[in-house]
Nanobody, 117 residues
């Protein structure tokens, strides 16, 4: 069955970096767009970034442009989110998701990112 397992979150000081990983199983990520979504405490879901199957024209929400980089390793069936220059407002649970049409149909359990001094 489809599984997505996120890892790499943690507590980091403002200005720090983290690299999130999303290991997929039960399907081949090379056939799908892959998405990172986050949910900050008390807020709704925010579409952070996505990458298409050809790794062209990745999308980033305005608040993370220039700081976050999405990538994929099809051989490892894994998607990454490199997060640099982290800010307190980046604090959230981060989920990766498998695309389905204009949305997504499967997502993982999430990994917590906390940016605080």
């Amino acid at each position: 069955q489809v599984q997505l397992v996120e890892s790499g979150g943690g507590l980091v000081q403002p200005g720090g970096s983290l690299r999130l990983s999303c290991a997929a199983s039960g399907f081949t990520i090379s056939s799908y767009n892959m998405i990172w979504i986050r949910q900050a405490p008390g807020k709704g879901l925010e579409w952070v970034s996505h990458i298409n199957s050809r790794s062209t024209n990745p999308y980033y929400t305005d608040s993370v442009k220039g700081r976050f980089t999405i990538s994929r390793d099809d051989a490892k069936n894994t998607v990454y989110l490199q997060m640099n220059s982290l800010k307190p407002e980046d604090t959230a649970m981060y989920y990766c998701a498998k695309s389905a049409g204009a949305g997504y149909d499967f997502w993982g359990q999430g990994t917590q990112v906390t940016v605080s001094s």
